[in-house]
């Protein structure tokens, strides 16, 4: 995950013959329903507790290895780190734990994505997302455009041991805009059901930026 689910080949990491192999489509992925519902009790905690959850109705005390790429890391991270008498071993690849400092080499134009990886394939992902947003009703244009532009919250009133350097620059980032494409994005996976076909086109979009410079980065 998130959202792509799973595939038979992702059983080709263990040997069938030493393991006891377990797929699992995370809420709103693959085969779980309702399927791409993404903003109503599907929190990363959700996604942990599910897991013990499974863990617990297939009558296993421990998992011997769990293996997460990706978003799939993050949430093998939480979990071992919320329960971590269930995990005896963990492999990580495409490690993505959503740092600012990543989000913004993914997500934002100057990230390394869009400069290094394929500058093509960002500018096709910010056009759609512009297109889908201008297109659409009033007042969903005017709603994403300002969550959008809208400046996180000052750190006036915080002191500096309640904010990290990242959480700055972060910031600072939204600020200036940095993250505009991403946020209305965003805004648009999150609105209502009269705008599925527009969340459909942002998702696709998405999932084409996102397969592009994945195939990309191995070249690099």
Known sequence: G???GC?????RFFNPTKYRIILLDQRGCGKSTPRGQVFQQNTLLDL?????RLKQHLHISSWDVILGGSWGSTLALAYSQTYPQSVRHL?????????PSEINWLFTPNG???QIVDTDAWAEFERSIVNITSSSSSTMTTATTKAA?????TTASRTTTEISNEEAQQQQENDTGE???LHAYYNVLLSG????????????????????????????
């Open 7 to 11: 595939f038979p080949n992702h059983a």
């Open 91 to 99: 492999i990580l690849r495409g490690v993505c734990t959503l740092r």
């Open 149 to 153: 532009t809208t400046p996180m919250p």
């Open 193 to 220: 059901d009269d705008y599925a076909a527009e969340r459909l086109r942002a998702a696709q979009s998405w999932m084409r930026y996102e397969m592009r410079i994945s195939s990309a980065a191995q070249d690099i």
């Open 112 to 114: 390394g994505a869009a």
């Open 48 to 52: 942990v507790h599910d897991c013990e």
């Open 2 to 4: 998130p959202g792509a």
């Open 179 to 181: 993250r505009d494409v």
